[in-house]
């Protein structure tokens, strides 16, 4: 049993942790523990510790030492209600306008199977494989429920939470926050790794001491964001790759986001995560619920490698769905960076023509196939073919491509609109703006009103449509800015802070349409790069484009940050020309294709400007790519360096029976009379004999692992390498 109650206490148990919680003698509930296997319970930690200024519960009768502001709670009402001041996980205003919950504990349910949440993305599973926990709390003025949802899923050491509040009373409620995550540890020395960056820049992994008071990571952009993402991780001080205690969420929200720790006076540490209270309210009619998005859950005592690993297995097995979740890939060529706007049918067919040549195996048609498309200043919106550019239509164009033995795959920014568009002349009204306020622009763009049901409608047959019709294989699905200006005419004014949820609402909902309409089509998802790239989007979409920044030296440190939660195969990542379009950067092709390799591979540039040698350095590298596939995507990954720290990026595949290993990386900067560089091993069987695949020496598993293994002799800066090792013994 994963899950088990006794004596109060309850028990969700994985393979390798333990999750205790308990509702106390006011009913009260309490959380006792996130970690290790114990074999006990963990509320001989708790501590009733008589501080100043801190409230306490009537139903205490003056006891001083009962106070909700020290005590470890399960789900905080906090922020001064109940006398907890600390960070709240749910707020709400009552009828009467005071907004204090307090919150009991009634009755718990054990469900066999994982709980699902309507209309949003979450973690799937066999009913064998998980088992669900859920918690009424409640308060009994206001009549609101609060269900906390636990899904254990023992054989992945994860566990998912998430919340729903219904009002069960006969009078309105809004919600001001609701997180899906609330965890409170008092004891520790933690850090706070969290994932910031900007456009071309993403998820650069930041590791810091937590000080006294909040710290946050959060988007308001009504997406996850490019600034910020909604992943987060806790580390005892010390930990490293293979040793310490970590603990890791990902939330399962393609919105804005908000993580907030609270490092408090007693030196005790809450996390809360979920939607950003700052864009989001909700209100709840008699009757009504409101249902919190996913957070998943898994902490380990083996240090970050270990932990990515559980989340990389979640992700690409119970998180991502269709054809693609879990096989192999087409390796593409997108002509983005190879044409930008300026393409014809002529010239898209030599690039497709030259990349069937080497081996690639789809022809991705990028941005300005549509409507009047020459620049990013307009066309957005108008989803008909551009005849001017490209004369025989998709319809042409794909069986030539299909003709070549390539599948064909296109790009569409469906939540975008340019004002010079048809669509736009015609739908005003469908586009985000405040009434009597001009809107705010960005890369030329407005955005459409994905709450409204007549836009999504729209979508829906505007883009099933052209799926049907055409021959289309993959679908790159774009968005090109921040949301601001949150307003929308189907809403009254009382509820009109609910309109970002409900604009991922749509989103969700019209991805659901088309993904299980169009089970055989490979959605890739992109905002800029990786402008969300978040578990939510991998609900229906198996890979992002990581970044717009094709550079692959900057790369190094997008994929390593990104390598933390998100699975490899998720990672959609390209070899592009150079001097490199974002930095003017000049790296070798081996060096690009190396960086490319740990992800779902691709290029993006004219194939055909490149001499006869490059073509065929191409053409092996498609085939490597090919050879390794598995082993990258199924493999284990390891940051067998950190970027920011050691003068190279060097990361491994190893399989899981751990036979082969595939090292690759790039060394940054040249040295003159300097050693070889060493990198040490991970996870490998201290017993077992490796050979190199590169110059034919073994090594024991305790050798590599202990002594590590030397880097090819380097030269010239941003040089990569590889060391495929196989198991002799
Ligand atoms: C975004 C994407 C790019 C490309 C352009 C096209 O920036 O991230 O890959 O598709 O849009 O406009």
């Not at 390598?563 to 950067?585: E, I, K, M």
Request: charged letters at 25%.
């Amino acid at each position: 049993m994963a899950i088990s109650v006794e004596n109060g206490v309850f028990h969700l148990e994985t393979a390798n942790t333990l999750y205790q919680m308990k509702a106390d003698r006011f009913g009260v509930f309490i959380h006792l523990w996130y970690g290790a296997k114990t074999g006990h319970t963990m509320d001989y930690l708790l501590d009733y510790p008589d501080v100043g200024f801190s409230g306490n519960i009537y139903e205490a009768e003056n006891q001083r030492t009962y106070s909700l502001n020290t005590l470890p709670l399960e789900y905080a009402a906090g922020g001064g209600c109940d006398g907890d001041f600390r960070i709240p996980a749910v707020s709400a205003t009552n009828a009467d306008g005071s907004s204090v919950l307090a919150l009991r504990f009634q009755e718990y349910r054990v469900k066999k199977g994982k709980y699902k949440i309507d209309g949003l993305p979450a973690v799937y599973t066999d009913e064998a494989e998980a088992e669900t926990l859920e918690i009424i709390l409640r308060d009994d003025i206001s009549n609101v429920e609060v269900c906390l949802l636990y899904g254990v899923l023992p054989q992945a050491d994860i566990i998912t939470r998430s919340v729903s509040v219904t009002n069960k009373g006969n009078e309105k409620v809004v919600l001001e926050r609701v997180h899906s995550l609330c965890m409170d540890i008092p004891y520790g020395d933690w850090e706070w790794v969290h994932f910031h960056g900007k456009h071309t820049m993403e998820r650069q992994m930041e590791r810091t001491a937590l000080v006294h008071g909040i710290q946050e990571s959060s988007s308001t952009r009504g997406a996850s964001s490019h600034q910020q993402n909604p992943t987060v991780l806790l580390c005892e001080k010390g930990c490293t790759e293979t040793s310490g205690f970590c603990i890791g969420a990902a939330l399962m929200y393609s919105g804005g986001f908000q993580t907030q720790i609270e490092l408090d006076q007693l030196d005790q540490v809450r996390l809360v995560m979920g939607i950003n209270p700052d864009t989001f309210a909700w209100m709840l009619e008699p009757g009504e619920s409101f249902y919190a998005p996913e957070v998943v859950l898994s902490c380990s005592e083996h240090g970050l490698a270990e932990l990515s690993h559980r989340f990389h297995r979640i992700l690409r097995e119970n998180v991502c769905r269709g054809k693609y979740k879990l096989s192999e890939r087409p390796v593409l060529i997108n002509n983005w960076e190879a044409t930008y706007f300026a393409f014809d049918e002529k010239k898209i067919e030599k690039i497709a023509k030259q990349a069937s040549q080497l081996g690639i195996d789809m022809m991705v048609l990028d941005d300005g196939w549509f409507g009047k498309r020459d620049s990013d200043m307009s066309g957005l919106g108008d989803w008909a073919v551009n005849r001017t550019k490209l004369s025989g239509g998709l319809g042409g164009l794909s069986e030539k491509i299909n003709q070549m033995g390539m599948k064909f795959g296109i790009w569409f920014e469906p939540e975008g609109i340019s004002e010079d568009s048809e669509l736009y002349r015609k739908h005003p009204e469908w586009v985000i703006r405040i009434p009597r306020r001009n809107p705010v622009r960005s890369r030329y763009q407005l955005v459409l009103d994905l709450s409204n049901d007549a836009v999504i409608e729209y979508l829906y047959y505007t883009f099933s449509k052209i799926l049907r019709e055409y021959h289309i294989e993959y679908v790159k699905w774009d968005m090109n800015r921040s949301i601001c200006d949150w307003y929308t005419a189907e809403l009254p004014p009382s509820r009109q802070k609910e309109m970002p949820h409900r604009y991922i609402l749509g989103l969700y909902a019209l991805l659901e349409r088309l993904t299980n309409e169009f089970p055989n089509v490979l959605f890739e998802g992109c905002s800029g790069g990786g402008g969300r790239f978040d578990a939510g989007m991998l609900y229906y979409c198996p890979q992002i484009w990581c970044s717009d920044n094709t550079d692959a030296h900057e790369r190094t440190f997008i994929q390593y940050g990104t390598s933390f939660f998100y699975p490899t195969s998720t990672v959609g990542s390209h070899v592009s020309a150079v001097p490199n379009h974002q930095t003017g950067r000049i790296t070798s092709l081996k060096t690009r294709a190396a960086v490319a390799m740990a992800g779902s591979f691709g290029y993006e540039l004219d194939l055909n400007q490149l001499s006869d040698k490059e073509k065929e350095e191409v053409s092996k590298q498609v085939a490597a790519y090919k050879r390794y596939q598995k082993l990258i995507y199924n493999g284990l990954y390891y940051r067998l360096s950190n970027p920011y720290k050691d003068n190279m990026a060097v990361w491994a595949f190893m399989s899981e029976n751990r036979n082969e290993i595939l090292i690759q990386g790039v060394v940054f900067r040249a040295r003159s009379n300097s050693l070889r560089k060493r990198v040490r091993l991970m996870g490998l069987d201290l017993e077992g004999l490796y050979q190199s695949e590169q110059d034919g020496c073994t090594y024991t598993g305790q050798a590599l692992m202990s002594g590590g293994i030397l880097l090819p002799r380097i030269e010239g800066d941003d040089a990569a390498f590889e060391i495929h090792l196989e198991r002799m013994l």
